[in-house]
Antibody
Framework: QMQLQESGPGLVKPSGTLSLTCVVS?????????WSWVRQSPEKGLEWIAQ???????NYNPSLKSRVTISLDKSKNQFSLKLSSVTAADTAIYYC??????????WGQGTLVTVSS | QTVVTQEPSFSVSPGGTVTLTCGLS?????????PSWYQQIPGQAPRTLIY???TRSSGVPDRFSGSILGNKAALTITGAQADDESDYYC??????????FGTGTKVTVL
């Protein structure tokens, strides 16, 4: 059974960069899948952020594209998210997930990131 | 901006049937949007129920079913149980290699 686990700082200062990592176990990140980041806040609900393919191709939510970078580290079987110029509006639970067959099939447990000084 | 709308809440009696819908601000939902449905218990990650309109994810009880009803995607719970009380979200694949989540429906079983 594939498992995903997010990690990263729980507190980020305004105007800083949010950085999260998702470690994949029970499967290879190099297999023919896409890997996504999703966030959830009371204000905006669930919001898809970005995805990256096993070969490094990327797609981004147009509303966040200018601030987001998603990347892959095959040697560590993990993928990462960077979100720059954060504000309080970026406070959310961030989930990583496997995108497969046009849906999100495995989810991490989520990690809360708070933007505050 | 594309908005995917769901009913804010539904109440269903134990053993009853409820149908949740997922609409699109820009037009009709079709199978081309590969609608998927997720169940989320507060405090937990979403769980995949249905994908590609009507395919149940592994381990999902057959009381959950997906379809297209008119111009919307639909999730039907037949024979609702107490542990079906959750938030439910639809997701549409927008064809430009992006996903849009619905606004979510809170289902109460009582």
């Amino acid at each position: 059974q594939m498992q995903l686990q997010e990690s990263g700082p729980g507190l980020v200062k305004p105007s800083g960069t949010l950085s999260l990592t998702c470690v994949v176990s029970g499967g290879s990140i190099s297999s023919k899948n896409w890997w996504s980041w999703v966030r959830q806040s009371p204000e905006k609900g669930l919001e898809w952020i970005a995805q990256i393919s096993h070969s490094g191709s990327t797609n981004y939510n147009p509303s966040l594209k200018s601030r987001v970078t998603i990347s892959l580290d095959k040697s560590k079987n993990q993928f990462s998210l960077k979100l720059s110029s954060v504000t309080a509006a970026d406070t959310a639970i961030y989930y990583c997930a496997r995108s497969y067959d046009y849906h999100l099939s495995y989810w991490g447990q989520g990690t809360l990131v708070t933007v505050s000084s | 901006q594309t908005v995917v709308t769901q009913e804010p809440s539904f109440s269903v009696s134990p053993g009853g049937t409820v149908t949740l819908t997922c609409g699109l601000s820009t037009g009709s939902v079709s199978t081309s949007y590969y609608p998927s449905w997720y169940q989320q218990i507060p405090g937990q990650a979403p769980r995949t129920l249905i994908y590609n309109t009507n395919t149940r994810s592994s381990g999902v009880p057959d009381r959950f079913s997906g379809s297209i009803l008119g111009n919307k995607a639909a999730l039907t719970i037949t024979g609702a149980q107490a542990d079906d009380e959750s938030d439910y979200y639809c997701v549409l694949y927008m064809g430009s290699d992006s996903y849009v989540f619905g606004t979510g429906t809170k289902v109460t079983v009582l």
